[in-house]
């Protein structure tokens, strides 16, 4: 059990404290984070706060942001947070770094290791092939996934289809996420709801289009940018937009990996995939 309890008026925390833990007690603690580095400056994005602070622990922060924990307990403390001490840190015998016990029981032959850093580097996205090959992995086994990043979007889509899930860092921008298949109902959905996210033609989006005159239009072309930056781009974009504006995007492939991410918000994506590589995105606000 990770230390996160409160000692009086002060929440006691330690390296392995999730930071969504973190805000839920003191949302000043959203800018004292962001403002140590710029790869954290992220965590005041609303959506991409969501996807980042759940899967990510204090000690996984620093380490993004290429600071130090001491800079992270320097920034907090000042809220009101008290860090516990080594020995605390080893509550109930969890020691630093320990797997969970069903990677640890894992054997070599229920491990799928698959990296995708050549395909990434190539320009190709793996996520197709990570479902394929989680689809096909029989329930209690492990597929690991070595990436130069940190898949959150991936430990999100995976964790909605039943995944357990477990990072390790072994080097900078060598990542190690392991994810372990339970056995998950058979009716549980595997795509994004499909009342917000419509498929056109030319003519179609054409349509859509019109509505948003370019003076409503903002426009984004990540076809350039390398993973994860094109997810990222769009959703520090998204709580931009004023009202009755629409977010126009050049992408070269239907991101999938977003659409999961705002099937839960109030975003309607309108996608029109004039040929391979080359994908325009529609994106509205619901109300």
Known sequence: MLVHYKEGTAMVI???????????????????????????????????????????????????????????????????????????????????????????????????????????????????????????????????????????????????KGADSFVETVADNVHYTWFFKRDVPAEQTEAPEGDRVTMHDASSFDRVLAAYPETRRIYLDVRPLPMPQPMETILETLPTLAPGQALFVQHKRVPLHLLEELAEQAYVVHIYEVVEGDVKLLIVGSN
């Open 14 to 160: 330690n390296k392995h404290t999730r930071v969504s833990e973190v805000i839920k007690a003191n949302a000043d603690s959203i800018a004292a984070i962001a403002e140590l580095a710029k790869p954290l400056h992220k965590l005041k994005n609303p959506l991409l706060r969501r996807v980042m602070a759940p899967r990510v622990t204090l000690a996984e922060a620093a380490a993004i942001g290429g600071c130090s924990l001491a800079d992270i307990r320097a920034a907090l403390e000042p809220l009101g947070f008290q860090f516990s001490d080594e020995a605390a840190d080893k509550e109930d015998g969890q020691e630093k770094g320990q797997r969970p016990d069903w990677l640890a029981a894992a054997e070599d032959g229920a491990i799928d290791l698959f990296d995708v850093r050549e395909l990434i580097e190539s320009g190709d996205d793996p996520l197709k092939a990570i479902v394929q090959r989680y689809r096909a992995l029989p329930a209690r086994n492990v597929l690991c996934i070595v990436n130069s990043f940190i898949p959150y979007p991936l430990i999100n889509l995976l964790g909605k």
